[in-house]
């Protein structure tokens, strides 16, 4: 069976009704015999939301837990995505940086990926499920929530596509619901 990873940015997952279209889209690709893994941006403007409001409550927020704000827009963009694909009537799971693999140095902001366990997503694949796997985030070696910057979920994708020697990955942008 052939693995892809497909990625969908914040826009393709804006609302409701997009991201029910996202989730046919992925399901249309399982049932052409695919196994698929998918990466998450955080819905529309979420990031850039959550920035300002935590600009907010403090003038320098810390880094640290900046990270951990932010971490949380691609989580509800894997669940949301996750629970579509499951209504499908497709075996699906929902995957934190951490449990998909994703280690990084402690960069707050702008991490790095140091490495790439993948066998947890393997594992899942091998069940017969779509994985869904949020982007943008990883853990250091002491599990604290980092984000990789700007483009993060792209490069989620492409280091999941290389550890799991994907046979192919796509990044869908602004994906028209119909």
């Known amino acids: 069976m052939t693995l892809i990873v497909q990625k969908f940015g914040g826009s393709s997952l804006s609302d409701a009704h997009r991201i029910k279209h996202v989730a046919q889209r992925v399901a249309n690709a399982w049932h052409l015999g695919k196994q698929v893994v998918v990466v998450v941006s955080a819905m529309g403007d979420t990031t850039d939301d959550l920035i300002d409001l935590a600009t907010e409550v403090s003038i320098e927020p810390d880094p640290r837990e900046l990270d951990l704000l932010l971490s949380s827009g691609e989580l509800v963009s894997c669940a949301l995505l996750t629970m579509a694909i499951r209504s499908l009537g497709l075996d699906a799971v929902s995957l934190t940086g951490l449990q998909a693999g994703i280690h990084t140095d402690t960069s707050y902001g702008r991490a790095r990926i140091s490495r790439v366990d993948a066998g947890r997503v393997a594992s899942e694949i091998n069940e017969n499920r779509i994985a869904v796997v949020a982007g943008f985030q990883g853990v250091t070696e002491h599990f604290d929530v980092t984000t990789l910057g700007r483009g993060g979920s792209d490069t989620t994708a492409v280091a999941l ?3 799991l020697n994907a046979e ?10 119909s």
């Open 168 to 177: 192919r990955y796509a990044a869908y942008t602004d994906v028209e619901a």
């Open 161 to 163: 596509a290389v550890a």
